[in-house]
Nanobody, 124 residues
Framework: QVQLVESGGGLVQAGGSLRLSCAVS????????MGWFRQAPGKEREFVAA????????SYADSVKGRFTISRENAKKTVYLQMNSLKPEDTAVYYC?????????????????WGQGTQVTVSS
C-alpha cells in the first residue's frame, strides 16, 4: 500500500554534496520510521541513517556521521538525506525505507516498504 520513490542521485566529485529525496504515498506517513540504506558493488546492503516518526530520534552509521543529515517533512510526506563531503566510498545505490515501528531503526528487517533506489556515484 505504501510506495516510496527516491530522487536526487547522480554523479558528484569527491567533497561535493547531494540531497536525496524520498516521496512517500500513504495515509499514515507521520507514524513511520524512515531509513536510508545503501548497497555498493560487492558489498552487503548497509544502514546509512534513520529518523523516527516525530524526528525526535536519529541514527547514523559511523561512516557518515558528521557528513550526512536525515530529515523529514511529514506534511509533505518526504524524507531527505543531505550528503556533504562525499567520498568515493559513498558510491552506492541508495534505498529509502519505511517501517511501521516508527523507530529510527538500524535493522533492515524492521522496515516494511522499500523504494527502487537511486544511484549515487562519487568520483575521486
Amino acid at each position: 500500500q505504501v510506495q516510496l520513490v527516491e530522487s536526487g542521485g547522480g554523479l558528484v566529485q569527491a567533497g561535493g554534496s547531494l540531497r536525496l529525496s524520498c516521496a512517500v504515498s500513504g495515509r499514515t506517513f507521520s507514524s513511520y520510521g524512515m531509513g536510508w540504506f545503501r548497497q555498493a558493488p560487492g558489498k552487503e546492503r548497509e544502514f546509512v541513517a534513520a529518523i523516527s516518526w516525530s524526528s525526535d530520534s536519529t541514527s547514523y552509521a559511523d561512516s557518515v556521521k558528521g557528513r550526512f543529515t536525515i530529515s523529514r517533512e511529514n506534511a509533505k510526506k518526504t524524507v531527505y538525506l543531505q550528503m556533504n563531503s562525499l567520498k568515493p566510498e559513498d558510491t552506492a545505490v541508495y534505498y529509502c525505507a519505511a517501517g511501521t515501528t516508527g523507530w529510527a531503526s538500524l535493522i533492515r528487517l524492521e522496515y516494511d516498504y522499500w523504494g527502487q533506489g537511486t544511484q549515487v556515484t562519487v568520483s575521486s
